[in-house]
């Protein structure tokens, strides 16, 4: 089995040397050996790989062009040729066939379907860096990583959920953290994040978690967080005003997180109420 690494610097690994990034050929046969990688066993014809390949505007020769690459793969990544080859040649392009080829990224999306803690965690194993790193630029590279990001994210929250569950705060945490630096405006994956940090005694992160969620969304999108993590963050304000100790930073914190969500412009201070009632808590304490 041939396995394809496209996390971090990409590897074809035939289990004799591995070939990593330029030894592939250059630039152009690496990213199509990349493209086919992240539809491991579609065929993509020579039109749609052009398409990406020179981002709309392929030169006239692109089918020759792309011959040419696919050459230059087989040879440095001992492909193989022909139609039974791990890199195959189709009725108008080329496929990387599932019975000879791993793909790294499309093992992470078995394992993301599958949902659960172990599963995602496994997944989170594989992410050995950046997602088509040599790529920062390409638009087609760019899509790839944002819909990874979103399937991921999608996946650590689900098993952040149950981890939160089973009382495994620490898993969550992991797992929760990765979907929020995916995903940095999802509010499930903050709400999960909340309380995971609670779980692990990091009450007041927790707090100044959503209170950078509510600030990055005023500021992006005009709107605040919606009531169940607005409630969740209120919840936590209360049992923290009760169980704040008197030493004077812990309630100085904390009135200046309840002072910070009272204080933020834009907001609709719809939990206005709930808030000043908890800072009234506090400032009684304080006396």
């Known amino acids: 089995m041939i396995e394809i690494k496209l996390f971090g610097t990409t590897v074809v690994d035939d289990g004799t040397t591995p070939v990593a990034g330029t030894a592939l050929g250059g630039v152009k046969p690496r990213q199509l050996l990349e493209m086919l990688a992240t539809e491991l066993g579609n ?14 505007n392929p030169p006239a020769t692109y089918i020759a062009t792309i011959e040419s690459y696919v050459c230059v793969l087989r040879q440095h990544a001992r492909l193989g040729r022909g139609r039974t080859a791990a890199l195959a040649t189709t009725t108008s392009g080329y496929l990387l066939d599932p019975e000879q080829v791993s793909v790294d990224l499309v093992q992470v999306r078995e394992l993301c ?25 390409a638009s087609w590279a760019r899509e ?15 098993a952040a959920a149950e981890a939160n569950q089973l009382g495994d705060s620490a898993t969550a945490l992991r797992l929760a953290r990765n979907a929020v630096g995916r995903s940095y405006l999802s509010e499930p994956a903050v709400r999960e994040l909340m309380t995971a940090l609670e779980g692990t005694d990091e009450r007041w992160q927790a707090m100044r978690v959503y209170d950078q969620l509510r600030k990055d969304m005023l500021e992006d999108l005009g709107v605040e ?46 939990h206005y109420p709930e808030m000043a009632e908890v800072a009234g808590l506090m400032m009684a304490r304080c006396s």
């Not at 599958?114 to 989170?124: F, Y």
């Not at 819909?147 to 996946?155: I, M, N, Q, R, V």
Request: aromatic content about 4%; overall charge negative.
């Open 113 to 137: 379907a599958q949902g659960g803690v172990a599963p995602a965690l496994r997944a989170l194993d594989l992410v050995s860096g950046d997602l088509l790193a040599a790529n920062p630029y």
């Open 225 to 270: 967080p919606g009531p169940e993590t607005t409630q969740l963050y209120i919840e936590m304000l209360r049992r923290n005003s009760a169980a704040t100790s008197s030493r004077p930073e812990e309630i100085g914190t904390l009135l200046r997180l309840i002072r910070g969500a009272l204080e933020l412009d834009g907001g609709s201070r719809r």
């Open 144 to 158: 790839e990583r944002e819909s990874f990001d979103e399937l991921l994210a999608g996946a650590c929250v689900s």
């Open 43 to 56: 065929p993509l014809s020579k039109d749609l790989l052009a398409e990406r390949l020179w981002e709309g």
